[in-house]
């Protein structure tokens, strides 16, 4: 994992999905940990375990708060009993730690002297916050940076009384332990599986903490469904050497009833998608209060590449690539880009920018003078070019979703216009963050869950955000959550242009100068990625052709060829030096 700077990813503290509130199981206190089997994810990489001792008599507050800190970094199974001997009696029992906070550093600070209210203040240098959901909270406030430690005497020992209701550990600790994943829910329509980033610890915990996650359930603000049946958990995964792991869940009353076939199926794809990043984990067998899930005409075991259909790049989706010449649409493979044969091949369309359906069916254009959008066939089959809008001050580049949804930018002088498309007219979304900010570039996640925006600051300063859409399970549009910015701290400067390269990332075009760019990643929560691109790209760079779709090229389109951004010192492929842009579709 790539070193946490400003930004820090939807931590999924999976171990709050494992051990803190929220999904029914409490952080392990004692006893034995049960491991997964010796190919378990990442064994082989596992930090060295740390075993704090407890609290010494006669300690200070300052050494017994040291010691805390210390001890809630216990290893190599994430536990806090070590770290409840620190705190008072009452406060042991009550103590149930709902997230992390992550820091670079921690001063005591000077007690007052003589000491009057029996607190002990730290101050956090560099931290971020995680909820006990996993999901990111960003920067930790400077108003909150200072945390208060209130003191009791014990019989005649410095203990505890009030300690914070969160983990603290350190940015070293945490890059060592716990890795980036990602958790699987459905769209409101059962269509597509929608993916949420979360770091998970590594090694012993791995599959685990991911099962755990699932059963957290997703945010309620968004419009996810998910077809775990509630108050289930899990307490271990175990995974056996030939590969095949348990997922036992369990409920209190040991009467959950079973899904049905149809939402079995959707059940298992969700954990096949979320285990199958645990490379130790080929198939896997599910169990509800000891019942065994069956799928029609399948065994007990499930392997982790069921449900590829639901798969949120859009299994099936095309792979070519479509752009402009000469304000006509051309198409296909980087070495055979063809003029199209539907309308907007015919040379009677001056197009500034086109974007294809995921099927390679439907194509939009925007005009040269970005005042008119257009929809029409690919492919020549009789049918015309329907005009949506006529009247825009600068649409950008439009995009498409997987329910075949066409969304739109309009760069207003006075803001931009968030739209999409319903029937034969164009809807105004308002998105809180972007509506009405100055819009240099947008994209929509093919799952339709995500709206990306380049948002211009200055001349020389460009900031990306995100919102989430909210849909129902007829497609309809609802909404749409505030914008958040998701811009690598070290990321400064104008955008060229934006494209997805993950389901969960997208790449960024910089100049650096006229002739030389960088291409950075940033994850779809803010996450640090550790993707960028270390070696930069020469020449006239009109923007980036990327794609979601494992194993397919990203690329970077230069006047006259295509550059691997996976091998950028390799010589470009070439292409017809007159075209002036080109992307995958969506």
């Known amino acids: 994992m790539p070193t946490l700077r400003r930004t820090l990813p939807a931590l999924g503290v999976l171990l709050a999905g494992l051990v803190l509130s929220g999904c029914g199981v409490a952080m392990p206190d004692s006893g034995p940990v049960r491991e997964i089997s010796a190919t378990g994810s990442n064994r082989d990489d596992e930090p060295a375990s740390i075993d704090p001792p407890g609290p010494q008599s006669g300690q200070s507050p300052e050494e017994i708060l040291r010691g805390f800190l210390y001890a809630m970094r216990a290893t190599p199974a994430i536990r806090t009993s ?59 406030a400077e108003a909150d940076a200072t945390v208060p430690f209130q003191m009791e005497l014990n019989d005649g020992e410095w203990r505890i009384s009030a300690p914070p209701p969160y983990l603290m550990v350190t940015r070293s600790w945490f890059e060592q332990r ?26 012993r915990q791995f599959a685990s903490s991911l099962v755990n996650g699932l059963l957290q359930g997703p945010s309620t603000e968004l419009s996810e469904a998910d077809y775990l049946p509630s108050d289930l958990r899990s307490i271990s995964v175990p995974v056996s050497q030939g590969g095949v792991a348990e997922v036992d869940l369990t409920s209190d009353a040991g009467d959950v009833p079973l899904p049905t076939p149809e939402q079995a199926d959707l ?59 000469s304000g006509v649409m051309v198409g296909g493979s980087p070495q055979n880009l063809q003029t199209v044969t539907g309308p907007f091949g015919s040379g009677d369309y001056a197009l500034g920018s086109v974007s294809v359906d995921l099927r390679a069916d439907q194509a939009a254009a925007v005009s040269q003078d970005g005042h008119a959008l257009w929809v029409a066939p690919v492919k020549d089959n009789g049918g015309s070019a329907l005009k949506l809008k006529g009247n825009g001050e600068n649409l950008l580049r439009p995009a498409w979703d997987f329910s075949g949804r066409l969304w739109e930018v309009d760069r207003r002088a006075s803001g931009a216009e968030v739209m999409y498309r319903r029937g034969d007219q164009m809807r105004t979304l308002e998105v809180p963050g972007i509506s009405g900010e100055d819009v240099k570039d947008f994209l929509v996640s093919r799952d339709g869950s995500r709206l990306i925006a380049v948002i211009r600051e200055s001349a020389e300063s460009d900031r990306m955000v995100v919102s989430r859409i909210l849909t129902t399970g007829d497609h309809q549009v609802v909404g749409a959550l505030a914008a958040e910015t998701i811009t690598p701290e070290d990321a400064a400067g104008p955008i060229r242009d934006v494209s997805w390269r993950t ?46 779709v494992p194993g397919e090229t990203n690329y970077a389109v230069v006047r006259g060829g295509l550059v691997d951004l996976d091998d950028p010192l390799e010589a470009a492929s070439e292409i017809d030096p007159t075209i002036d842009s080109l992307h995958y579709v969506g």
Do not use: C, K
């Open 82 to 140: 070590v770290a409840r001997e620190f705190l008072t009696r009452e406060a042991s029992v009550d103590w149930q730690p709902a997230g992390m906070v992550i820091y670079d550093s921690v001063n005591t600070l000077p007690a007052e002297s003589p000491r009057t209210n029996n607190t002990v203040d730290v101050q956090l240098d560099d931290a971020y916050r995680i909820d006990a959901r996993g999901a990111w909270l960003g920067p930790v």
């Open 178 to 203: 716990f890795r980036q994943a990602s958790l699987y829910f459905f769209d409101p329509s059962a269509t597509l599986l929608v993916p949420e980033p979360v770091y998970v610890p590594r090694g």
């Open 267 to 325: 059940l298992v794809s969700q954990l096949a998608w979320t285990l199958a990043q645990d490379a130790s984990i080929a198939r896997f067998r599910v169990s509800i209060d000891g019942r065994q899930i069956l799928l029609p005409g399948q065994s007990a075991e499930f392997s982790v590449e069921h449900g590829h259909e639901y798969a949120p790049y859009v299994a099936g989706s095309s792979t070519l690539l479509f752009g402009v010449r």
């Open 503 to 548: 389901p969960t990332s997208v790449a960024m075009l910089y100049p650096t100068t006229r002739t030389l760019f960088q291409v950075r990643v940033a994850s779809v929560d803010g996450a640090p990625s550790g993707d960028s691109l270390s070696a930069p790209i020469e020449g006239e760079v009109l923007g980036l052709a990327g794609t979601p």
